[in-house]
Structure formats: C-alpha cells, structure tokens
C-alpha cells in the first residue's frame, strides 16, 4: 500500500512541475490575454469602432516614468497616446470637447479635450515596468490602462479600460 501512496505522489509531484512550467517567460502569458482584448471607441456621430491589441501596436510605443506623490515607487509605463490611437481609425477630435473613458466595473471619467490632445499627457498603456498588465482576476489593471501623466495622485486613471467616448 506504501508503494502505491508513494507512486501517487510521484505522478502528482510530476504533475505539478510540468503545469508549474506552462507559464512562458516573459509575461508572454499576459501577452496573450491582451491580444484578444479590445477597446471600443464611440465617436460623437455614433460610430463605434474596435480597437485590439495588434491595431495598438501599430502606433509609435512611449515609455515614460510616472512620480505619484501618494507612493513611494515610481513606475514606468509602455503605451501609445490616445490622440494618436483616435487618429489612426479616422476619429476627427479636432471638434471634440471632452473625451471618456470608462472601465469594466463602471468607473468613469472626463477628460477635456485640451489634455487629450496634449502632445504628451494622455495614453493608453499595456506594460509596466516592461512587464504586461495583468488582469483583474490576477490583481492587475489590465489588459489596458488610460493614464494622465500628469495626475498627482492618478484619480484620472482608468484601470480595465474598455471603452472611450468622443463627444
């Protein structure tokens, strides 16, 4: 009977590492996720477009540093500027007055155009700290994220971005 508890716990043990092994390096698992994730942009004559990760990564990459006053570690941040995400499906933002971003749980905010339109303000990020955003169900923000460089304390921020607004 030992023998077969000990053989049981062999393949379980067996078991373990190779599924403990899945997760590829690199955050290529959070990778991904974020390539079937999409972003539904609704500009002002009712059109609504959808963005995914691929479309994302067409547009030029920016990475910067954020210094929130409200924590002790700054991090850096990998997207794209939303200005740039609007142009690159047509959105016209020039008669824009405010642009929303909403999130899967509900959390909304407004921004006025003059930010969005900022050359280097507001964007949509899909890393940090050269890793990818991971998902809510792991704790993360993503898969994407509107960030307002500038926000002191990022009450602005949108984490599970899912949809943008042009009004």
Not at 7 to 26: D, K
Not at 58 to 65: G, P, Y
Request: proline share 3%; hydrophobic share 40%; glycine share 8%.
């Amino acid at each position: 009977m030992n023998s077969r508890l000990l053989g049981a716990i062999a393949v379980l043990a067996l078991m373990a590492a190779v599924f403990s092994g899945c997760s590829l390096p690199g955050g290529q698992d959070e990778l991904a996720y974020q390539r079937e994730a999409e972003v539904r942009i609704i500009s002002d004559d009712e059109r609504t477009e959808t963005v995914d990760f691929d479309a994302i990564l067409e547009l030029q990459e920016h990475s910067f540093t954020v210094d929130r006053s409200d924590r002790d570690d700054n991090n850096s941040y990998t997207g794209v500027l939303l200005k740039e995400l609007l142009a690159s499906i047509g959105v016209d933002v020039d008669d824009a007055e405010q642009f929303i971003g909403k999130a899967a749980d509900g959390y909304t905010v407004a921004l006025p155009a003059g930010e969005v339109l900022d050359d280097d303000l507001v964007f949509i990020v899909y890393k940090i700290n050269d890793e990818p955003l991971s998902p809510a169900a792991e704790g993360g923000s993503g898969p994407y994220r509107l960030v307002v460089k500038d926000d002191e304390f990022g009450q602005r921020w949108v984490k599970h971005l899912e949809e943008i607004v042009v009004r």
